[in-house]
């Protein structure tokens, strides 16, 4: 069965409520830098703060993982017709939220796989991680909370990222993912985004299949 290893595992959630979500935020630009995180969305801040302990010294695979991506800035460009903002349609169009981050740490990898979508994205960028020939991988993902876009399923109630680093090896690794690839029959047991980040926070061992791909454990050590 093959297996990949975690060896870094930092998340960052926003909270819901308004008051502790604006004190979260002030407090990550200040860790971060106002002038550097001035543009961010608060998926690009999520994801910069996410990945600033990870390392791309030996240059591993950048996975990055979302089903919605950004939602409010595009939600505010919106609602700005029939007087469309030039100002918040320069935002709707801003460079995604690991753009972001990238741009903000100045640093260039030479695999990128960025893959949105719905049913099965988890699976299919842990696939991608297993497929890798490189030594490491850094998967990265997450949400932007909207608003009115909820309730057309076109974004998250939540604002979320997770920064991971993946390896073949299992000295000092924190969890072990297995992939039976012979074991994906049955009824699936789906993994979303935010599905996939509450299993990471609960921090307990957690399993799911897809049809003609296997069954993916996930282990804490």
């Known amino acids: 069965m093959p297996e990949l290893f975690v060896h870094a595992c930092r998340l960052v959630r926003i909270p819901e409520q308004e008051e502790p979500a604006e004190r979260f ?25 996410a990945l600033r302990d990870h390392s791309f010294a030996d240059d591993p695979t950048l996975v990055y993982t979302t089903t919605f991506t ?17 100002l918040l349609f320069q935002m ?45 991988t850094i998967w990265t993902g997450g949400e932007e909370c909207g608003d009115w876009l909820v309730e057309a399923n076109c974004a998250s109630d939540q604002t ?13 690794a924190e969890a072990r993912i297995g992939w039976e690839i012979e074991a994906g029959g049955g009824n699936p047991l789906t993994m979303d985004t935010c599905q996939f980040f509450a299993a990471l926070e609960a921090r307990k061992s957690f399993a799911w299949n897809e049809p003609e791909v296997g069954q993916f454990h996930w282990t804490w050590l």
């Open 25 to 49: 935020v002030a407090e990550l630009r200040e860790q971060l830098g106002p002038r550097l995180t001035r543009r961010m969305s608060l998926l690009g801040l999520s994801l910069t703060a």
């Open 70 to 86: 950004e939602a409010q800035a595009l939600e505010k460009y919106i609602d700005s017709f029939p007087h469309a903002s030039p």
């Open 92 to 136: 709707s169009i801003h460079p995604g939220g690991i753009e972001q981050a990238m741009i903000a740490r100045q640093q260039a990898v030479t695999e990128f796989f960025p893959l949105a979508g719905d049913r099965g994205i988890i699976t299919q960028s842990l696939r991608t991680a297993f497929l890798s020939t490189r030594s490491r």
């Open 160 to 172: 979320f990222a997770w920064a991971l680093a993946l390896s073949d090896q299992s000295e000092g």
